[in-house]
Nanobody, 123 residues
Framework: VQLQASGGGLVQAGGSLRLSCAAS????????MAWFRQAPGKEREFVAG????????YYADSVKGRFTISRDNAKNTLYLQMNSLTPEDTAVYYC?????????????????WGQGTLVTVSS
């Protein structure tokens, strides 16, 4: 499985961005998928996750109510809609896919990773 993240860029505080992650394999439907982010000088952290059937989603407290994760298995694509962005959201955002049944916040449980897309939020 190959993952290709895109959609990052520079946005002012309060603005919005939509990240996309295109998957290469037909097995995309059987994976739990998630977004992680890593800010400069910080560890990679979980942002949001979604089960293969989209019946369950989970968000980090820091983004709850502002970010929405979704997936379109017919298009092999994972999305992250980010609203009300703040400078604290500045980071490289990574998409990931794993074989777990439910959403997990642990990066070690995800087998496949995209290359990352940079999101910069100016104040």
């Amino acid at each position: 499985v190959q993952l290709q993240a895109s959609g990052g860029g520079l946005v002012q505080a309060g603005g919005s961005l939509r990240l996309s992650c295109a998957a290469s394999a037909r097995t995309r439907s059987f994976y739990t998928m998630a977004w992680f982010r890593q800010a400069p000088g910080k560890e990679r952290e979980f942002v949001a996750g979604i089960t293969w059937s989209s019946t369950s989603t989970y968000y980090a407290d820091s983004v709850k109510g502002r970010f929405t994760i979704s997936r379109d298995n017919a298009k092999n694509t994972l999305y992250l809609q980010m609203n009300s962005l703040t400078p604290e959201d500045t980071a490289v955002y990574y998409c990931a896919a794993g074989r777990t049944i439910g959403v997990t916040t642990s990066a070690t449980q995800y087998d496949y990773w995209g290359q990352g897309t940079l999101v910069t939020v100016s104040s």
